[in-house]
């Protein structure tokens, strides 16, 4: 069974429109996390969140909000599409507060196309 | 510039062969590496990690760190066709904090049986 779930797989939205990306996580981390993944670009941090706080947000754009309404839970609201905004959106989770450092769990990803 | 780098941008090996990749990160505060793999329509999963100088091996995986130069370098030993795929390199800095990782542009492996 997938331990991070996303949804949906695909999405294609016009430009302008708004949406939602989804991410439930059933790993029992406690920091979930928001990276971008488009063609000629590394794979790009968004934000992290911990107990349904944000801890650190490198998005330089107010159209994209997480927003986290359980522990385990953490979606991506996007508004005033843009078709710069086309890439895979991985959800990732992390346990923090053991002795190692926190390796991070990938979700599947949502690939979001904005015509 | 990017503040992860890595090279090559892409890599033929033969089956059996031995695949050398190599990271250096540009951020002096960064203090542990990471290795994920990234097969084609896949998210990335972890391979391997390291924060100490020296070398760290896991089955047909080496990893190597040299802190000094904030430079690490991944070696895969005999290669396997189902090795083919993206490897990205990240790094990180701070320990249990909720910060995401940086990420290189990555090498693509292609392993020829």
């Known amino acids: 069974d997938p331990k991070i779930i996303q949804k949906p797989k695909y999405l294609v939205a016009v430009t302008g429109s708004e949406k939602i990306l989804i991410c439930e996580q059933y790993?029992?981390?406690?920091?979930m996390y928001w990276y971008r993944q488009s063609a000629k670009k590394p794979l790009e941090f968004m934000f992290s969140?911990?107990?349904?706080?944000?801890?650190d947000n490198q998005t330089a754009s107010s159209r994209f909000q997480p927003q986290s309404s359980k522990k385990n839970h953490l979606d991506l609201q996007i508004t005033a599409l843009k078709p710069d905004d086309s890439a895979t959106y991985f959800c990732?989770?992390?346990?923090?507060?053991?002795?190692?450092?926190?390796?991070?769990?990938f979700g599947p990803g949502t690939r979001l196309t904005v015509l | 510039q990017q503040k992860v780098q890595q090279s090559p941008e892409s890599l033929i090996v033969p089956e059996g062969g031995m695949a050398s990749l190599n990271c250096t990160s540009s951020?002096?505060?960064?203090?542990y590496f990471w290795w994920y793999r990234q097969h084609s329509g896949k998210s990335p999963k972890m391979l391997m990690?390291?924060?100490?100088?020296g070398e760290k091996e896991e089955g047909r995986f080496t990893v190597h760190l040299n802190k000094a130069s904030l430079h690490t370098s991944l070696h895969i030993r005999d290669s396997q066709p189902s090795d083919s795929a993206l490897y990205l390199c990240?790094?990180?800095?701070?320990?249990?904090?909720?910060?995401?990782?940086?990420f290189g542009l990555g090498t693509r492996v292609s392993v020829f049986p």
């Open positions: 990732a989770s992390s346990l923090l507060g053991g002795l190692n450092y926190a390796e991070q769990f």
């Open positions: 790993l029992g981390h406690n920091a």
């Open positions: 969140y911990s107990y349904q706080k944000l801890m």
């Open positions: 951020d002096r505060n960064v203090d």
């Open positions: 990690s390291i924060f100490s100088n």
């Open positions: 990240a790094a990180s800095r701070g320990h249990n904090y909720a910060q995401g990782l940086t």
